[in-house]
């Protein structure tokens, strides 16, 4: 059974960056898409970042973080990355990442089927 742990979580002054980290257990995600996904208080889960299993790693970013955040996986390591920079206080939320059920990667949640157990980003004015 496949576990995706989160972790790099914290809090941070808006301005600032964080790298969140994924990694993977029981099975290898080299062969999936991987996303990144955030959820905010009161608001819906939404779609941040996600990156293809095909070599060089096609990936697509919703419009609220493009040019300031950066989907990676290293498969070496069964693990995935979201790089934050320029960070903002909506931007705050709890962050998750999950492996799609294909080699590419979704917006819709639906579309996977392994979630992590989120990891907290504050961001402070």
């Known amino acids: 059974q496949l576990q995706l742990v989160e972790s790099g979580g914290g809090l941070v002054q808006a301005g600032g960056s964080l790298r969140l980290s994924c990694a993977a257990s029981?099975?290898?995600?080299?062969?999936?898409?991987m996303g990144w996904f955030r959820q905010a208080p009161g608001k819906e889960r939404e779609f941040v970042a996600g990156i293809t299993s095909w070599i060089g790693g096609n990936t697509g970013y919703a419009d609220s973080v493009k040019g300031r955040f950066t989907i990676s996986r290293d498969n070496a390591k069964n693990t995935v990355y979201l790089q934050m920079n320029n960070l903002k206080p909506e931007d705050t939320a709890v962050y998750y990442c999950?492996?799609?059920?294909?080699?590419?990667?979704?917006?819709?949640?639906?579309?996977?089927?392994?979630w992590g157990q989120g990891t907290q980003v504050t961001v402070s004015t």
């Open positions: 999950a492996a799609s059920r294909g080699s590419s990667y979704y917006t819709s949640q639906s579309t996977y089927d392994f």
């Open positions: 029981g099975r290898t995600v080299s062969f999936a898409g």
